[in-house]
């Protein structure tokens, strides 16, 4: 089973951008399986922000951006604001029962 | 409003067995693959279970096959998760998610404690 790394955190101030990497640990789980992120603030549900890799669902903020490149995928958050505090997951999806979660990055608004 | 409610988490001893619910509104259910996710406490997030649309395709996660069965009535808009043969690792919120290659709809999750 393909695994995704995430750094455990990362921090930035308000109006900063940062980006969360997501690396594949085998093969090329990155660059062949569609790529999701999701934020969670503490105790509430996951929300999607990104899928296929870059695509942002309506409503979702265009401060967030997703990219990817070989096998890594990244997540970045602009113009950083302290509602943005939370954790983050990327996901890596074959569709043929294969669906790996990073171990999640906690994101902190200095 | 898109909605998914889940049900029928609780404390079970190790061995014991669960049947969570999920009830969707507001969206076609039956056009839709669906998924179970699940969180334990503190960590991240680890996918359970798929089921397609007609309920013809379904996949589980490793540690999860043999014990675990998905199933759904899209009469009534509900999708199920049996878990049979607890442990103690099992303990966690069990969402319920709408699976597109992406899970842009959650419901609130359930919570389900393995303990003896």
């Known amino acids: 089973q393909s695994a995704l790394t995430q750094p455990a955190s990362v921090s930035g101030s308000p109006g900063q951008s940062i980006t969360i990497s997501c690396t594949g640990t085998s093969g090329d789980v990155v660059s062949s399986y569609l790529i999701s992120w999701y934020q969670q603030h503490p105790g509430e549900v996951p929300k999607l922000l990104i899928y296929?890799?870059?695509k942002r669902p309506s409503g979702v903020s265009n401060r967030f951006s997703g990219s990817k490149s070989g096998n890594t995928a990244s997540l970045t958050i602009s113009g950083l604001q302290a509602e943005d505090e939370g954790d983050y997951f990327c996901c890596a999806y074959a569709g043929t029962g294969s669906v790996v979660f990073g171990g999640g990055t906690k994101l902190t608004v200095l | 409003q898109v909605q998914l409610v889940e049900s029928g988490g609780g404390l079970v001893k190790p061995g014991g067995s669960l049947r969570l619910s999920c009830a969707a509104s507001g969206f076609m259910f039956s056009d839709y693959y669906m998924s179970w996710i699940r969180q334990a406490p503190g960590k991240g997030l680890e996918w359970v279970s798929f089921i397609s649309s007609g309920g013809d395709t379904i996949y589980y996660a490793d540690s999860m096959k043999g014990r675990f069965t998905i199933s759904r009535d899209n009469a009534g808009n509900s999708l199920f998760l049996q878990l049979n043969s607890l442990r103690a690792e099992d303990t966690a919120i069990y969402y319920c998610?709408?699976?597109?290659?992406?899970?842009?709809?959650w419901g609130q999750g359930t919570m389900v404690t393995v303990s003896s």
């Open positions: 998610a709408r699976d597109s290659g992406a899970f842009d709809v």
């Open positions: 296929e890799g870059t």
